[in-house]
């Protein structure tokens, strides 16, 4: 799909939920993707777009930043704690922050490098073994350490809901996750599923290969 598809998309979901368009941005997640079909959608006049691996990232976007002015990138992938300098040199956002030793690792490199990302806080919603996400019984606490202790400006969750099941109860939950800790933004929702996370009030819709095509393997 085009990028105007996928707009027109994200508008009429926002239509049907009673919500501004403005409400929801899209994060083109161009992982992976090739560079020719990357620049068609900066062509197009996107801007925000979301990478999982940091060195990937970097190699990607560090030219194309020069060229296309006002590219801001987030990070969804996991990340690791020696990756952090990088990923905080890199990144205007961390959706993936899930532990404690991972917000510290974090706020120690915002503070050398001078800086204070939007940070999400990854929430494993189906309580997955193998899924990273901080489980939903540890959530209080470490939100309470990152804004209290850490002073992390931490904006909002991020989910990415098991694949054998229907996204609905994830996405509600998520939604009651952020309205009892008062957090304005919700990270859900991907090719398949973006509109059905616009209903259930995602502020950041994830998508790849809707928008670019389908991902060779790496
Ligand atoms: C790859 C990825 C996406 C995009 O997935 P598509 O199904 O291609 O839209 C979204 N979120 C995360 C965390 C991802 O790793």
Known sequence: MSLAEIDNKIGAACTTAARPRASVALVAVSKVQPLDRVRTVLNGGQRLFGENRVQEAAERWLPLREEFPGVKLH?????????????VKLFDAIETIDSLRLAEAVKSEMDKQGKNLDCFIQVNTGDEAQKNGVPLQDLEKLLRICREDLKLNICGLMCIPPQDEIPDLHFAL?????????LPNLSMGMSADFEIAIRYGA????????????????
Do not use: D, M, P, Y
């Open 75 to 87: 990070l969804i992938g996991h990340l690791q704690t020696n990756k952090a300098k990088e990923a």
């Open 174 to 182: 998520l939604h009651k996750l952020s309205l009892e800790h008062k």
């Open 203 to 218: 502020t950041h819709v994830r998508v790849g290969s809707a928008l670019f095509g389908i991902r060779e393997n790496r």
